[in-house]
């Protein structure tokens, strides 16, 4: 089966550097997702790792080393909207298309 | 381009009855999936449609839950003498073959007393 493991909580203050973990356990990986959700909405798609490396967008970077079954999620330059849970998610070849996410990381910026 | 539009957006029943929802994808999306997601919890997988197909359902999918996408464009999802443990946001997501984005609606948060 599949599995996924990210820390339940972290905090930090506006304008710092949080990186959220997040390794998993599957069968035949096809990539690594992160999603944004804030309380009461949607879930959002931040990024998308197939390969290794480290992958940039605005704020937000992803890094994906596929030997270690392990991703992070790094937000720089904290911004008190950023207050969200982010979920990683993967594809495998049990699951097909559909997304297998973890439990989620609540992350609490405070100014 | 409007979103992911899901119907109702909340729903209270006593157990025992049937409910439906109701999922509109964005219109040029191919693919459509159902999440289920509690409190504290990641979205979990119900079931996935390509057009009209239903090609993928979770073994989370009891028999008293069916899905439906009969032209290939809106969903539906019943689910059949509701118990308390089906009390959940119900999310539907759209995407089109080849790309990773799923897109979410806002969901239809379930209360069953």
């Known amino acids: 089966g599949q599995s996924l493991e990210q820390p339940s909580e972290v905090t930090a203050v506006e304008g710092a550097i949080v990186q959220i973990n997040c390794t998993y356990q599957?069968?035949?990986?096809?990539?690594l997702s992160w999603y944004q959700q804030h309380d009461g909405g949607a879930p959002t798609f931040l990024s998308y790792n197939a390969l290794d490396g480290l992958e940039e967008t605005g704020r937000f970077s992803s890094f994906l080393s596929r030997s270690d079954s392990y991703g992070y999620l790094l937000l720089q330059e904290l911004q008190m909207k950023d207050s969200a849970s982010y979920f990683c998610a993967v594809r495998d070849r049990q699951a097909g298309t559909a997304l297998i996410f973890g439990k989620g990381t609540t992350l609490s910026v405070s100014s | 381009d409007t979103g992911v539009s899901q119907n109702p957006r909340h729903k209270i029943t006593k157990r025992g009855q049937n409910v439906t929802f109701r999922c509109d994808p964005i219109?040029?999306?191919?693919?459509l999936y159902w999440y289920r997601q509690t409190l504290g919890q990641g979205p979990e997988f119900l079931t996935y449609f390509q057009n009209e197909a239903q090609l993928e359902k979770s073994r989370l999918l009891s028999d008293r839950f069916s899905a439906e996408r009969p032209k290939g464009s809106f969903s539906t999802l019943e689910i059949q003498r509701t118990e308390q443990g089906d009390s959940a946001m119900y999310l539907c997501a759209s995407t089109t073959s080849g790309q990773e984005t799923q897109y979410f609606g806002p969901g239809t948060r379930l209360l069953v007393l």
């Open positions: 219109s040029e999306h191919n693919r």
């Open positions: 599957t069968s035949g990986f096809y990539g």
